[in-house]
């Protein structure tokens, strides 16, 4: 009988990243945000389990250092595609989260109502606010459309000028005006969708007042960002022949291929000067002719591709459930890095181990699934390829499978129903509305005003200070549609879409200034 590994059931797994090579020494007035493309599909055959963790190719957004460096300040935004092990309704299809980190992840905020902490004890709960009158942010992240394979998936943050400077704000800590905006541009929907509230970033000088405007709310974004591609959890399965052999089975790893068929990772990650968008913006907000909201290119600069890119991807188990041990992936006899041009970066596979796929949404390519531990000239151990003919029967290694596996069910995302909370004082004006989205989940929401939605009423902000920011979106709500663009678009190739579930219009009367907010989200309605 077939055994069945899942991300739960063994030792033994697979990670590391993927290094991509992108030139830096970009000028740091390109510190106004960012934008990228990176493909969107299903990285293994089969989910296997809530302790499968990866992104997909992404960034790490820092603030721009002035002065000395900080010690111990670890701050950013991280998010991208991906799976996590808080994900609590995933699928083989990636889901999107904002990722912003708080001082050495003492908060997390990775959407509206999605972060670290409860609702008694919020760390970065309240940490990001809904700008987009059009689309739904699940509590559970953002859903790619289902069968995404490959399709690029456009986003970036830009700083807009939506929040004034504060000098003493939440919990008495000057707190600068950087509203890190979200901005997609998929096939179905285009321009920004919510962003990180400032306090968030500067409640860590509260503790530490070395920290006050240094953090990214008062402080450019580093142009010169690494973009990589972390996996901390692949399962795989090492097992021993008669004579000591050590061989290992990976479960089906996949990437996306091209017309070509090439692997795209990376296409044109973009960075801004304040001149691409934010300074026409503070114009408009000031009387000044309306702001279209498409970046300006001729305050835009692309990072271009360098030579090299490598992967430290690594199989680690531990023999007879002791030490862990650990040996790389003989990655280069079968993936070749690839400058596909100045802009783009990739691979390109080779060898007899790799397969090829083609599906109804496009053609992946299987990387090899078993391995032979050997020891190189040098004295180094490394896991090479091997045909499956090739690993001992004894092993069992061709009879495993790696499934799905049987998990509790996931409970549901709720929100504080007290009347004294954020979310019913004031509290919406239009719902709960339902929707069923891709991966098997019910997301609850309703239309609040901009102004009193949650995270802004929890944010310390003044009515006045809140009502001149709902004045600000009102004209954004009025002016910026979705079904243009606002990002460069891409040089080729096709976008990924959302799910459409989450693409809403607002209910007669609330088409300006009111955003819709989820409230709950479960495998079933409540």
Known sequence: MASCCSGLAGPDYAAGYLILPVAGGVDRAYGDGFSLYVPAWPLLERYPGHEFQTGLPGTWMFAQVSGEPLKDAYSDVEGGLGWWRDTRFPTETPKFIMGGVGLNFSAIANGPAHGAGTWEEPRGLYGVAQLSNRLVFPIDGLNVAQGACGQLFGYGYLNLPLADPQPRGRKGVSTGGNCWTLFLNTANFKGPVAFFLPGFWSESAASDARLTGRMLDAQPSDPNRAVQME??????????????????????????????????????????????????????????????????????????????????????????????????LHWDSFAEPLRIDAETYGYRWRGPYVTRTRTRQGELVTLPQYYRLERTERGSERWVPVAEREVPAETGLREVRFGRPEEPPQEPYTTPESTDSPWKKPGPVAGPFRIRLGDGSVVVYSWYRFADQPSLVASGLSKQERERMQAKVERIHRAWGIDRDYLIPPAFGTLARLDPAQIVRPPKGLEVGYVPIATYQGLSGR
Not at 260 to 278: F, K, N, P
Not at 286 to 303: E, N
Not at 309 to 321: D, L, V
């Open 231 to 328: 996996t901390q959890y692949v399962p795989c399965k090492v097992a021993a022949d008669s004579k000591g052999g050590l061989f290992a089975k990976l479960a089906p790893v996949r990437f996306p291929l091209n017309h070509a068929g090439d692997t795209v990772l990376l296409h044109r990650d973009t960075v801004y000067r304040e001149d691409a968008l934010r300074k026409s913006v503070e114009a408009w907000f000031r009387g000044g002719p309306a702001a279209s909201g498409r970046v300006d290119p001729r305050g835009a600069f692309v990072r271009q591709i360098g030579q090299g890119g490598y992967a430290t991807w690594e199989i680690r188990w531990r023999p007879g459930g002791g030490e862990e041990r650990k040996a790389p």
